[in-house]
């Protein structure tokens, strides 16, 4: 699973960044829910790992000045390529 939130935060409208992380993770095929703190993405290893270079470089490039992303591997599922730990 990862988390995330970029900043600045607007209260006005949805900044470009913002659309710029909710794409690289939908496109990215993993199951969204946006909370009232931050946004969180499931899906396999692969696809989330994936998922959050994307999101790093889009939202830079759409002028977030800051990122925070959390990675956490969900109960039961693999911890990473070939069963290894994913730090």
């Known amino acids: 699973m990862v988390e ?3 900043e600045p935060f607007e209260l006005d409208g949805f900044p ?4 710029a992380a909710r794409r690289a993770v939908d496109e990215a095929g993993l199951a969204v829910s946006v909370g009232p703190f931050g946004t969180s ?3 396999d290893a692969e696809q989330a790992l994936a998922a959050v270079t994307r999101l790093l470089r889009e939202t830079l490039a759409a002028g977030a ?3 925070s992303v959390q990675v956490s591997v969900l109960e039961g ?7 290894g730990d994913m730090q």
Do not use: M, V
């Open 4 to 6: 995330f939130t970029t």
């Open 16 to 19: 470009e960044h913002a659309k």
């Open 41 to 43: 993405a499931e899906g």
């Open 65 to 67: 000045s800051r990122i």
């Open 77 to 83: 599922e693999p911890e990473g390529p070939e069963g």
